[in-house]
């Protein structure tokens, strides 16, 4: 089963932001179902995670739910993001789920970013916010971003934007049966080792005294 | 199994008073702490190291020596020392010469600092932490073994047919324990060397220690050293008791709600759950910390921090009267289900017993002429000789 999880930053219940999310996760299971792939789709909701988020930032380490979430956005094929437009970036509370992230969790990990805005002038947040925040996250952020300004509901054009948006993310996804690493996707050998695996497999203490007196 | 306390040493203002005490009171109150520690009936009592405000936590060998001359058998420790930023010959130096002064009453935790400035004050690189850790302690294990040592390393100067002295005393060096909370190296580290873990376990969910003592006590194992479950394990922990349970809840919560370490965040009802902090009755104090062997295993050191947050000395000392009251259940709780197998800490007497008896370790070395000359002078003697 192929897993797909929906980040959404939106603050009002329902919000344009989850309005949008939830297109998007619809039209990428859409888009693996053509070509044969189950998807389970797991929602994300930063609002409900917003005191143990700022816990986090405070302790160092995660309440049980963040920690699931977390859980499941390292065990996903793809990612759709969503954040609505503060201050002409991301909001706050985006950027600090993606603060606590464990350094290396999503290596290689293909992510769709999508924004939500009263007005499109900011339509380029997310080329000048996210896509940089991604890309120093080593994620693999898919040629379509989705924009959509409150007047772009019920615009035909988003319809389009989504399934292409959608279909990249599809695209990125292996879905070839071949487990490529740890979190299923081509550029997965590369990742980071993760501090589970630091672990499992500790380096051997007569190669940490070489690695620490060589020059 | 030992039971006793650890100090960071902050200066802290009392948030229900709003009174900070002066760096001479805290310093003073640290050592009042640490005696009426002894007097309650605790087998260690362990200072921090810190070279920056808040902290009066700077020269531990001078406020243990101090302490150590007005105590009887309590051990004397460290939680920790900067192993990152302090020169092994000096650690090497100051530990074997209190090792002396108190009759072997002395051991030591390795840590690399909370802070990422004090490497810079020391010249060094925070990005070099663990290798710092792991040259430093190299030297610093052989300087306390090796009666002449030659050395070459990276972060400091060569050592050419250098004798550290003191030698440790009867031949036996102090045991070291080394504190780490997410860094498999410090594991493997006090692993290979057949060495201490301490997990400072406060301030964090149960599952970071789970993940380092388990890793600890494999590699133990792997490099030799005995079965897993004989490993020497230390573990931190916090609580705040009165005989009432809500008047516990109620008394900490200012102190709790404003302390540096976690104030401003989680409710303290969050944070007893998620971490080892215990507010309530001794008798829910007792069987949280029994609790700990449920992931940690059967360990052999339980060290308390009582003495933060702004609590004024006054209260330290009650907490201190309390838990000497429930410590004969707390042995006794330990000593249940423990299996013979599973050693104790290794203390001075132990480690020279199981040596076979105290050695002379002094380097005797010919009486030299220099004393009352200038080191120049010599220098320019020998070389026109």
């Given at each position: 089963m192929t897993s797909v999880v929906v980040v959404s930053a939106g603050?009002?219940?329902?919000s344009s932001t989850r309005l949008l999310a939830d297109r998007l996760a619809a039209a990428t299971t859409e888009a693996l179902g053509d070509v044969e792939v189950e998807v389970e789709v797991t929602g994300i909701e930063l609002r409900d995670l917003a005191h143990q988020l700022t816990d986090h930032l405070l302790t160092g380490f995660a309440g049980p739910e963040l920690a699931r979430a977390i859980e499941q956005v390292r065990e996903a094929d793809g990612l759709i993001v969503v954040t609505p437009v503060f201050s002409a970036s991301y909001s706050g509370l985006f950027k600090t789920f993606f603060d606590v992230?464990?350094?290396?969790?999503?290596?290689?990990k293909p992510v769709l970013v999508a924004a939500t805005a009263?007005?499109?002038?900011?339509?380029?947040v997310l080329e000048h916010a996210l896509r940089p925040l991604f890309a120093y996250l080593h994620a693999v952020v898919v040629p379509t971003g989705v924009f959509a300004a409150?007047?772009?509901?019920?615009?035909?054009g988003l319809d389009v934007r989504i399934t292409r948006a959608a279909r990249e993310l599809a695209n990125a996804?292996?879905?070839?049966?071949?487990?490529?690493?740890r979190s299923g996707t081509?550029?997965?050998?590369l990742a980071r080792r993760t501090v589970a695996e630091a672990f499992d497999d500790p380096t051997p203490f007569e190669l940490l005294l070489k690695q620490a007196s060589a020059a | 199994m030992q039971i006793g306390i650890f100090s960071v040493g902050d200066v802290t203002?009392?948030?229900?008073?709003?009174r900070t005490p002066s760096e001479h009171e805290r310093i003073k109150a640290t050592v009042a702490i640490a005696k009426k520690a002894e007097e309650v009936g605790l087998d260690v009592f362990a200072t921090g190291e810190h070279h920056?405000?808040?902290?009066?936590?700077?020269n531990p060998t001078a406020t243990l020596a101090y302490i150590g001359a007005q105590t009887e058998r309590i051990i004397l420790s460290t939680a920790t020392t900067l192993i990152t930023t302090t020169d092994p010959v000096l650690i090497a130096e100051d530990y074997a010469k209190i090792q002396h002064l108190l009759d072997g009453r002395v051991d030591l935790m390795m840590g690399r600092g909370n802070t990422g400035p004090v490497y810079p004050w020391f010249?060094?690189?925070?990005?070099?932490g663990i290798n710092l850790a792991i040259e430093n302690y190299g030297l610093l294990h052989r300087l306390w073994r090796e009666d002449v040592v030659d050395w070459k390393g990276r972060f400091r100067t060569p050592l050419q047919g250098y004798t550290s002295t003191p030698r440790p005393l009867d031949g036996m060096p102090p045991f070291v324990w080394h504190g780490s909370i997410r860094s498999p190296e410090i594991a493997e580290q006090a692993a290979y060397y057949g060495d201490g873990f301490f997990h400072?376990?406060?301030?964090?969910?149960a599952s970071h220690t789970k993940q380092m003592v388990e890793l600890y006590r494999r590699r133990f194992e792997h490099y030799g050293h005995?079965?897993?479950?004989s490993a020497i394990v230390g573990l931190g922990g916090q609580f705040f008791m009165r005989t009432n349970s809500q008047d516990a809840v109620n008394e900490f919560r200012p102190y709790f709600d404003n302390a540096?370490?976690?104030?401003?965040?989680?409710?303290l009802e969050d944070f007893t759950t998620q971490t080892p902090l215990t507010v309530g009755s001794p008798q829910q104090v007792l069987e949280r910390t029994l609790s700990f062997?449920?992931?940690?295993?059967?360990?052999?050191r339980q060290l308390f921090l009582l003495?933060?947050?702004?609590?004024p000395l006054k209260t330290v000392l009650e907490q201190l009267d309390l838990l000497g009251e429930i410590l004969p259940d707390m042995r006794k709780g330990f000593a249940?289900?423990?299996?013979?197998?599973?050693?104790?800490a290794p203390t001075h007497g132990s480690l020279v017993a199981a040596n076979g008896g105290p050695t002379d370790s002094t380097v005797y070395a010919a009486a030299d002429?220099?004393?009352?000359?200038r080191a120049e002078d010599t220098q320019d003697a020998q070389v026109s000789a």
């Open positions: 603050l009002s219940s329902p992230l464990e350094a290396g969790l999503l290596d290689g009263g007005t499109a002038r900011h339509s380029l409150t007047d772009d509901f019920g615009d035909a996804i292996p879905t070839d049966g071949v487990d490529a690493g081509t550029a997965a050998p | 203002t009392d948030p229900t008073t709003g920056n405000p808040p902290f009066i936590a700077t010249g060094k690189d925070i990005r070099q400072n376990h406060i301030f964090w969910p005995g079965p897993a479950d540096p370490v976690y104030g401003h965040g989680p409710s062997r449920d992931y940690a295993g059967d360990y052999q003495d933060h947050a702004g609590l249940e289900g423990r299996p013979a197998h599973i050693p104790e002429d220099a004393t009352g000359h």
